[in-house]
C-alpha cells in the first residue's frame, strides 16, 4: 500500500474529499515524525509503537576499496509491532 492508497482508504472510510484525506494523512505522520524529533515515543495500542534508538559509533569498511572508515553515532527510528496487530497476520 502507497502513500495514495491510504489516502485514497481514508477518503472512502471517512467520507472525506482526497484533499481532506490527504491532509489526516499527512497531518498524522507528521505528528509521528515530530514526537520522535522531541525524543519521545509514539504508541499505538493495538498496532505497535515507533521509538528512537541510539546507534553508537563504530569502524565500518568501504565495500569498493575496502578501506577503514569511521561512521558517526546516530539516532535511527524504530518501529515495534504491537501483540494484537502480529496476532491478526499470524492468523
Known sequence: MTKADLIEAVAEAAELSKKDAEEVVNTFLESIIESLNDGKGVELRGFGSFRIRQRNPRTGRNPRTGSKVKVPAKAVPYFK???????????
Open 81 to 91: 509491532v504491537g501483540k494484537e496487530l502480529k496476532e491478526l497476520i499470524n492468523d
